[in-house]
């Protein structure tokens, strides 16, 4: 196998590891002896220098109105070295680092991957953010250029710019009617650029990006990542998603959440596939649309938009010829079973659950493309990566267990490619997810005697009522089983007997109102299939849950309120009339 000794495979790795990393790496051709390896250079440079793949359509960008904009390979090396180049001209070195704040256009993935080849840091942002969360992230990035749109620029930088002291350089994509002071526009810095650049030595540990997770559970960290990721997105764009070159990709994740840039732009370019760039929000009617007039082979998405999918309804589905999908996966929360068996019959696919997090960087857990799925579980474990179960009342030091049935927090063992490298400003916590070679991941999981996974909850959601252990999850999936309901939150109230009582909140699907009949009904389902211990004490109708704009469900948000405690760090929610989910 032709590998560059020069680069190190994370690890000392397993027979199984060694194969599947260095399958992956010896498909990527490297900056050249000693040279490293460099994202950009793997999704973007080696294509372009092929002439089989050159002139294939790398960026397909449909826009709210229907327009496509197409970008082939060559196109995208030619834009990302002048981006590198001009980054060059204005003195941004190696290591600096660069905020994108745009909207699913190119120039937000030129940005990004022109950063890459310049090797600056680089941290896409989600649009929708107000100047506070902005402020803060690029104040704890040391953010030295941003890119953004000047109505961005006007509504959310402006009022905060005397406060961002490393900030030097904002360029502005799109047009521009009155260009703000102290701002350029990126067109046209862009036009006196060369369209050649070549990349310099990048070691596998230089890094890549800033990912801000997404406030689930508290305060967003910034996790830092590396080049050598590029191996594990590469190996697992292919072996997780099923994707090849000639295939047409969609994956709705804003760049701005991990999952958004790990498998939105690096793992299917470094695949050589066509990715489709969709600038709007979620609308039923449009999805389906775009599978079906773009062909759609392989769909990444999240559960709260396929459960969205469903609660549109099966007519909807049926309007559209959706048989192009042949590989359909979903990540960020637990995928339902009652989910899985809508898509085997609306969608013709069964969607594969997929588990990672932004601290692992690459999928680590997968339901595999030539494996019937089993609908509810999160799947096994990637070849490559090991995955441990730490039971509950186990000594600190005792070592995870490995096989067979265990219920506990998920562990993997140390090191993997796509591993997150530090939490921005805050190295303690870094620190303290790792114990006797293993990350701890904060998730609480059971796995069966075929060593397949199932999601229990995160431990800050687990529920101790009378003696007992709930996931959240479990009492959820029973609950959304019911026709009537369309999503559920299930937490845990403070209570003087019990310790905490299940409290559970429902948002019912169109056609259907909240009645004292139905939520009888509801705690009579619960009650026959849960048990009388684990069933919600208490079930309530609301028109919308809280969702982090990443689509996960702020079960903490629902406690707090609840409690009458602080609401926390919001800056994630979604504002409840919004539709942008990714
Ligand atoms: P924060 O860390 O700020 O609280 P977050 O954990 O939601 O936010 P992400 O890194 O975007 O931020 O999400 C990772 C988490 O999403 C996982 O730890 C897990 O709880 C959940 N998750 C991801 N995929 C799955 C899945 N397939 N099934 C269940 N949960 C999942
Ligand atoms: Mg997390």
Redesign the pocket.
Known sequence: MDVDPSVPIAGEPMAETAAWWLAARAEMDGLGAGAGLNIAHECVDRHAGDPLSANRVALRAVSRAGRRTDMTYAELAASTSRFANLLGELGVAPGDSLFTLLGRVPDLYVSVLGGLKALVVVSPLFAAFGPEPIRQRLELGDARVLVTTEALYRRRIEPIRHELSTLRHVLLSGPVRDLPRGTMRLDEALSGAAPTHTIAPTRPDHPSFIHF?????????GALHVHEAVVAHHATAVFSLDLRASDTYWCTADPG???GTSYGIVGPLSVGATVIVDDAGFDPVRWYGLIAEEKIDVWYTA?TALRMLMRAGPEVAAAHDLTSLRHVA??????NAEVVRWGADALGVEIH???????TGSIM?HNPPDVAVVPGS?GVAIPGVEIGVVREGEGEHSQPSLSGPAEGQLAIRTPWPSMFRDYVGDHQRYESCFADGWYL???LVQRDESDRLW?VG?ADDVIKSAGHLVGP?EVESVLIEHPAVAEAAVIGVPDPVAGERIKAFVVLNAGHARSDQLLMDLMALARRRLGPAVAPRQITVVDDLPH?R?G?VMRRLLKARETGEAEGDLS?LEPPSGGDRD
Do not use: N
């Not at 979903?330 to 995928?335: A, R, Y």
């Not at 659950?353 to 601290?359: A, G, I, K, M, V």
């Open positions: 997770t997404s406030g689930t559970t508290g305060t967003p960290k959440w991990v999952t559960p979903s990540v960020g929360e637990p995928l659950d997929t588990w990672w997090q932004t601290e857990v999160m991941s904060g998730d999601f995160r999850f982090t990443s996960k994630t």
